[in-house]
């Protein structure tokens, strides 16, 4: 079945970069997500790219993506503590719409050290 | 603007006994409606969706079942709950452009 896979920890300092990595298995995905969740809150999405791009940026974010591999990556440039969270990874056939099934990864929590 | 609110935002319940979260949209009008489990250690999981009142589709079999009684409103319940019932609820709706998820129901099931 579909499977989405993800580090779960990663702790960089303030100021540095932070790459999360996401490898995914579904080859008919067609949208890719990252969503940040911060302690006892919902899901906010961050960004999300589209199969026939290679890199998104918006910001501090930068969004790549190998298809061939089906492998996903999130970078944040200079790091603050405020973007410490929990950060997902998600697949799907379709942007939400009648269907909404995304394939989630089991999250990868981010800390950032001062 | 378009908000989702979720209640309760923390509940404790015994197993066996009755469960009814409920969700409610506002700034919009038929949208599509979801229910998201993330258990501990794991990613969410789609629960049910709807595209419209008395419409629900359910992914993954379960003790769990929702309504839509109205437009912006979206209901999980249970009539008995279980131990592995416990996690966090997410409600959402998705947009054209854009996703909503509600601030979430931590439920722990003892």
């Known amino acids: 079945g579909e499977d989405v896979e993800q580090s779960l920890f990663l702790s960089v300092r303030e100021g540095d970069s932070s790459v999360i990595n996401c490898t995914y298995t579904?080859?008919?995905?067609?949208?890719l997500y990252w969503y940040k969740q911060e302690p006892g809150a919902g899901l906010q999405l961050l960004t999300y790219i589209f199969s026939n791009m290679d890199m998104k940026q918006d910001q501090r974010l930068t969004v790549l993506l190998n298809k061939k591999d089906k492998h996903l990556s999130l970078r944040i440039a200079d790091t603050q503590t405020g973007d410490s969270a929990i950060y997902f990874c998600?697949?799907?056939?379709?942007?939400?719409?009648?269907?909404?099934?995304?394939?989630f990864g089991k999250g990868t929590k981010l800390s950032v050290k001062p | 603007s378009q908000t989702i609110h979720q209640w309760p935002a923390t509940l404790v319940q015994p197993v066996g006994s009755p469960l009814s979260l409920e969700c409610t949209v506002e700034?919009?009008?038929?949208?599509?409606l979801y229910w998201y489990r993330q258990a501990a250690g794991r990613g969410l999981q789609l629960l049910f969706y709807?595209?419209?009142?008395?419409?629900i589709s359910s992914e993954v079999p379960q003790n769990l079942s929702a309504s839509r009684p109205q437009d912006r409103q979206f209901i999980l319940s249970s009539k008995k709950l279980l131990l592995s019932d416990s996690g966090f609820y997410l409600c959402?709706?998705?947009?054209?452009?854009?996703?909503?998820f509600g601030p979430g129901t931590r439920l722990t099931v003892l």
């Open positions: 700034g919009t009008s038929n949208p599509n």
């Open positions: 579904d080859s008919s995905s067609t949208y």
């Open positions: 959402a709706w998705f947009g054209t452009d854009t996703q909503y």
């Open positions: 998600a697949e799907s056939e379709n942007y939400g719409g009648s269907q909404g099934n995304l394939i």
């Open positions: 709807s595209v419209g009142i008395g419409q």
